[in-house]
């Protein structure tokens, strides 16, 4: 995939080090962009003092917010970190291109809905978070479109992986060489999503001039985690009968999974930007990419 190359304006990308910061910095460093990449370590987003310094001096035009508390499980017993990095955090950046001008692109998740739909939610769908992680990453959005209503874009996605850092996909490579056979649950169902097709994407709507929205974008069709684990397994060379199927109900952890976390995409198609391929040919770029 390629996206129009964005030379004339600046980017600022939060969270830099983590799995979507860097896919995002790599291709717009290699598409030839402004960016400044800040991990971490560099700005921390809930820092409301931080935040406006950094976008006083730096002046975006485009700030991609990848920080976020990802740990879904952790989350149950440390809401109030989570609800810092996850509300307060997009809060700050919001409030802070308020004051000095530039736009948001904020990624959220399916987690904020309940899971127990049977057809793809709707970005109009009701929220009803049923987790702590899921509450927290809710309030950012409320939190983004309060502070910068007109320049704030919410971008949920879902089931992102690529790395680096832990995902499923890496997950079932490493177990594909240490056991022989693995065990993977079949009865949740989502939207496989490579996160080099979601930085193309928010890359794409970042150089758009498409109107403030909340929108939808993961890989197109549908998959179970087993159904995820036999691809990665065949496309990797090896026997995808050596996955297993397995029920939810054997895999007992601190927050709930959803069963149901597949995204429509048809509010971002009706912009007029890319289609989402199909997870399995993103899939297979995915770990050629992981290969070269
Ligand atoms: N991964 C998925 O399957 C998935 C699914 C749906 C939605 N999303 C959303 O997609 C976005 C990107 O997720 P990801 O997979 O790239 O997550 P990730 O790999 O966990 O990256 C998040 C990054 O945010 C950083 N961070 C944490 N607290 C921070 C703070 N206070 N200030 C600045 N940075 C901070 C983390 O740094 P440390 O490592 O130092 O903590 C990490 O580098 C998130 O908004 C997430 O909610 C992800």
Do not use: C
Not at 161 to 185: A, C, Q, S, W
Not at 257 to 276: C, E, H, I, K, Y
């Amino acid at each position: 995939m390629s996206e129009p190359v964005t030379t004339d304006r600046h980017w600022l990308v939060t969270g830099a080090a983590g799995q979507l910061g860097h896919h995002l910095v790599r291709r717009l460093t290699a598409a030839g962009a402004r960016v400044t990449a800040m991990p971490r370590a560099e700005l921390d987003i809930t820092n409301g003092e931080d935040v406006d310094a950094a976008i006083s001096r730096l002046r975006p035009d485009v700030v991609v917010n990848a920080a976020a508390y990802t740990a879904v499980d952790a989350a149950e017993t440390d809401e109030a970190t989570a609800t810092a990095v996850n509300a307060t955090g997009p809060g700050n950046l919001a409030t802070a291109l308020a004051r000095h001008g530039g736009r948001l692109l904020h990624v959220s998740t399916d987690y904020v809905f309940d899971g127990t739909a049977h057809e793809p939610y709707e970005v109009d769908a009701t929220p009803a978070p049923r987790t702590a992680y899921g509450r927290t990453k809710l309030a950012g959005e409320l939190a983004v479109g309060a502070a910068l209503p007109d320049r704030a874009f919410v971008v949920r996605t879902a089931w992102v992986h690529g790395g680096p850092g832990p995902n499923f996909v890496d997950t079932m490579l490493r177990l594909e060489h240490e056991r022989p056979t693995v065990d993977v649950v079949s009865d949740q169902v989502g939207s496989p999503t490579w996160v080099g097709d979601l930085a193309g994407a928010l890359i794409e709507l970042g150089h758009s001039d498409v109107p403030a929205a909340t929108l939808h974008y993961v890989n197109a069709g549908t998959a179970s985690w087993f159904d995820l684990a036999r691809a990665t397994f065949a496309l990797a060379g090896a026997d995808p009968d050596r996955v297993r199927p397995v029920s939810s109900a054997q895999f007992t952890r601190p927050a709930p999974r959803p069963a149901w976390s597949v995204l429509a995409t048809r509010s971002w198609t009706d912009l007029g930007l890319t289609a989402p391929r199909p997870w399995r040919a993103a899939l297979a770029a995915s770990i050629s990419a992981r290969a070269g």
